[in-house]
């Protein structure tokens, strides 16, 4: 599979109760753009909203116009982050008074008027439910969007088709993160619906191999530091070995939350070194 896909459909009907209108911001982070999803017969709850490329909206409209509709009723956000959140503009212009929900939590600059949305409420459209899980790790505000009426789950950034997700160094934790893919586990869903990348009809198998990819990279790490290997940039020699160089500082990242991870369970310590990468020891 081609991560940035050019061919991925810009509007697509993905099943009876839900449609997905893509954000038209392809690249490495976003693969062929942030997928926005329009949930319910009629009315929909439109979920994302994209990075705020102006294109989108004639997307949206002339998906609205296919499918016989007027207007969003309501839009939810997964996540802060800018390719998600970056359209809420675009579309208070063309639907005044609409209501915006995301999760409120170590947030700063969010556009005015963002409703809080927390688990334990429910989301209720035409002919849908959306059931909001807190799913940190990705971001610490991450919700991803439970849809029972098809036993589907929509992950937002947690889980994406055809690439891992990034543990950002500020915001994300990989221990969260871990925990946020067991609970999506124990859902039992069938169909996920990701914010990049086309619809996984395996739910539970993808999610394994999530959980599969970081045991195997904790494994990695943790055979290194009991190979004398301290430091993240010999880590990485060693574990990238044949990843290209240039990408190298990203994998010093992920590599960093592991060991975060490892140190919040007591199994590795941080030795901080004077203009130095730190040392880290097993424990
Ligand atoms: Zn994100």
């Known amino acids: 599979m081609n991560w940035i896909d050019p061919n991925f459909p810009k509007t697509a009907t993905v099943s009876p109760l839900v449609g997905r209108v893509l954000g038209l ?6 693969g062929p753009g942030t997928n926005t999803y329009l949930i319910g017969r009629r009315d929909p709850i439109l979920l994302d909203t994209g ?31 800018r390719d998600h959140l970056g359209g809420v503009a675009h579309l208070r ?24 949305l927390r688990e334990g409420q429910t989301i209720e459209g035409d002919g849908v439910t959306l ?16 849809l029972p009426e098809e036993k589907a789950v929509f992950t937002g950034d947690v889980v994406l088709a055809g690439s891992t997700t990034v543990i950002p160094a500020e915001d994300g934790d990989l221990l969260d ?21 086309p619809v996984v009809e395996d739910g539970p198998a993808l999610i394994a191999e999530y959980i599969e990819h ?19 940039p010999v880590m990485v020699e060693r574990i990238y070995a ?22 919040r369970e007591g199994r590795v310590r941080e030795h901080p070194v004077p203009d130095a990468a730190s040392r880290w020891e097993l424990l």
């Open 51 to 81: 990075a705020g490329v102006p294109e989108y909206m004639n997307g949206l409209k002339s998906y609205f116009d296919e499918r016989g509709w007027t207007q969003p009723s309501r839009v939810v956000l997964t996540h802060r982050h």
């Open 131 to 146: 059931i909001p899980l807190h799913t940190p790790g990705h971001a610490s505000d991450h919700l991803c969007y439970y």
């Open 214 to 232: 970081r045991l195997m990279r904790e494994r990695q790490i943790l055979q290194a530091l009991g190979d004398g290997l301290h430091t993240i």
């Open 25 to 30: 911001n392809p690249g490495m982070m976003t």
């Open 242 to 263: 044949l990843v290209p160089k240039h990408l190298h500082p990203m994998a010093g990242q992920s590599v960093a939350s592991h060991l975060k991870k490892l140190a």
């Open 177 to 197: 993160f871990m925990n946020s893919l067991k609970r999506l586990q124990e859902l039992g869903v069938r169909r996920i619906y990701p914010a990049h990348g």
């Open 93 to 116: 212009e063309r639907f005044r008074g609409l209501r915006v929900g995301k999760m409120i939590h170590r947030d700063a600059n969010l556009p005015e008027g963002v409703e809080d």
